[in-house]
């Protein structure tokens, strides 16, 4: 990446790279997740109710990452409260966050250029995260990029993946809808730095740490601030998916291909099991499945589309 | 067991315990498990909507018992992910099982004679995660009978156990029902089978472990071949089940020894009690309690009326 | 504190501190505990469809904080099963308790003097629990006072902590309430005891181990046994408790000690957003949070109309 050389962006990698998270960018980090949880419905009445119940659901935001990517680890989850410093800051800002006279705090926070910047602040810290978290899989097992990626992807993004149990903490439990079913960005764009950096730790990215280190957050925080700025909740990788899920996940290209004679004797096989298929899939669709918005509905719709037809070529 | 000896089964014991799982016994575990999730309630319309959850579902039903043993020996749950291989092997199956062109790898394996020997190789796996199970255990726990049997039932039933939190993966809960309020066949059978490897394990069974090894696999695949062809769901030992039951669980049989006075005085004095415990039971009714068939049900009703008599003589 | 000693409570002391809670407390523990089940909505049901999932709920109930703090430590949840004695014990009074012929045994430990003296026996074994599961913490994480008070808090009031996942064992969900949203009386003199222990055992509490055994000892048996004597549910912390939710997490007298005119002018810069919370707030009172009883409902009730009063001078 002689590239850097050139720009002279290789120093100011360097630089990056040696940044310490704490305490200015710890504190956004903190601040964000705090007044994201205060905008969950019900997060207020909670906090009125019960302060504990709204102080554990505070930290499982702030420290998600690190007790899920424990207990995938095996490792204490109970970890993060022993660096009281962290709790402790992270708990007065969950103090000034809910419970601040006049709500000066959320008040101010919650305008826009600070939210922006302690949002970018935020971002940030999601690069040593998943960077944390690679290095920490890596050191355990060796040559494993699955465990990688998902002790990578736990850490950076465990709040969200954990948001199920976090939910049961405050009383509320919605079942059908989770992060793996549909990714939020955060989510996603987590999965892809873990994906990358645990490419890079295990030589398959020829990249240098700090470059790559680098390159992701100025990513994800030029990102967060054009969908802040725009209130555009588009992925910036909606194309790449709809590709990806186009290619691997749908058969419509295989079926357009082949003759309807071929098609016909296949069904004919399968006939009992198809027809079983077809009435599961439409029992389904009463099932609480998350709603799905977007490119994902449009996909939906036209599979069943495509189921509809090939019930009726059947 | 000089009978193993006379018959000349002890070579085949020992063929069979020298028995290789990988690759081709693996396979037929990970295809009739995905085939299973496939024929889930709702799990075809989760393969569109988010393939990601229903690979993580596919990963849970083909490596759960793996999963559920590392939480409960606080080993990392992520170790299953380190064997590339099997990952590798279980996702290529669960891709073409729910994603291959007109549903061709489906459909010829839900034919009945290759299912029958794909159920049948999965069910020979069963004896060695069991197995695998009680060992782990015994050689972390010594003396401790209740662990290795605990353990050898979560590595062999572990899909099942956690069925729970499989299905909250495809956003579905169903917390009215689980494995251990209405256990199915498999889950029996594995917990037979731990019990049996664990007495085997501390020497309170005479046999040695390869004849246990046959006698074991010999069982479960004949038993489940038979209830694959005769469509019947019937357990093997529900006249077992029923006669413990009868003896253990219920009182019946001392209510009817004891004479009409003795008992009498007792309800006499545990009056308030015993209307508690009706009044509960009667509230129960509406609880979401898993709906039971056959014999429980049976017993249930019976015991109402148990409790109604007792409540006229009352 | 020579108190001790004029009052000749040192011996005393030592004393307790010296008892073995094995079998008679252990036994008194199990037995409050089954009981405690038993009169669960629902569990009788249970008991009679699935005596497997009621032994495994009775077993939680028993052994639930080794099983939470065995979580948070990252030591296996299996390690309560190792000790063989204790879980032969607690089956034999789960099954007495809950299957014993005419309901003699419940029936008899139900009855108030009895109930009385297992009551006193089972909270005296918190103490031990407590103090064990700050100890343990102690020697894994030497400084750390929060890790000490949420394992000696999770050891002692275990049970209670996991009643979400206890109830799914029975079929039972009932996600709109738990522990941290509504605390009940054990779970929040437990808490105050793992405070209390946690401080002793870093010194920041001048005051001999044994002698707090025997204050916290006397304070929770004395209390118990007043509430069962009484009938009353009150906390003895209720007016405490009330104060420090007034002082900290209300912002009423930060309200009326501003001027109007201050106020008017905050809301005018925040006005938004305050409308957004709100808003919030009324969408969450049809959410599925807890009934809240007593002073909190008062609390809320009139907060809820300073937040009216504030709409209203908006």
């Not at 680890?73 to 410093?85: F, I, K």
């Not at 809910?98 to 935020?122: I, Q």
Request: proline content about 4%.
């Amino acid at each position: 990446m002689d590239l850097f050389g050139v720009l002279g962006l290789d120093k100011l990698s360097h630089g990056l790279a040696n940044l310490s998270m704490f305490p200015y960018f710890d504190m956004a980090h903190y601040t964000v997740s705090i007044m994201a949880l205060r905008e969950q419905p019900g997060a207020l009445a909670v906090s009125r109710v019960s302060p504990l119940a709204c102080w554990f659901s505070s930290m499982l935001y702030c420290f998600g990452g690190a007790v899920l990517s424990g207990i995938m680890l095996a490792e204490p989850p109970v970890a993060p409260l022993t660096n009281s410093t962290s709790v402790l800051l992270a708990s007065i800002i969950w103090y000034v966050v809910f419970y601040c006279p006049m709500d000066l705090v959320y008040s101010y926070a919650a305008l826009l250029p600070l939210r922006l910047v302690l949002s970018g602040m935020k971002e940030v810290t999601r690069t040593w995260k998943v960077l944390g978290g690679v290095t920490q899989a890596h050191n355990k097992y060796k040559d494993s990029l699955l465990v990688m990626i998902a002790i990578g992807w736990a850490r950076g993004a465990g709040g969200g993946l954990i948001s199920n149990f976090e939910q049961l903490v405050r009383g509320v439990w919605k079942p059908e809808t989770n992060e793996l079913l549909k990714m939020s960005y955060p989510t996603k764009i987590t999965l892809i730095g873990a994906v990358l950096f645990a490419l890079q730790q295990t030589h398959y990215l020829p990249v240098q740490k700090h470059h790559l280190m680098l390159i992701y957050t100025v990513f994800i925080v030029v990102n967060k601030s054009r969908m802040m700025l725009m209130g555009s909740s588009t992925s910036p990788f909606a194309t790449i998916e709809l590709v990806i899920y186009k290619t691997l996940f749908s058969d419509s290209s295989a079926y357009a291909a082949l003759t309807s004679e071929v098609r016909k004797g296949c069904l004919d096989n399968g006939r009992t099991n198809t027809t079983t298929a077809v009435t599961k899939e439409s029992e389904v669709s009463h099932a609480p499945v998350s709603p799905v918005k977007g490119s994902l509905t449009a996909k939906e719709e036209s599979e069943n589309t495509e189921t509809t037809n090939c019930k009726k070529t059947d």
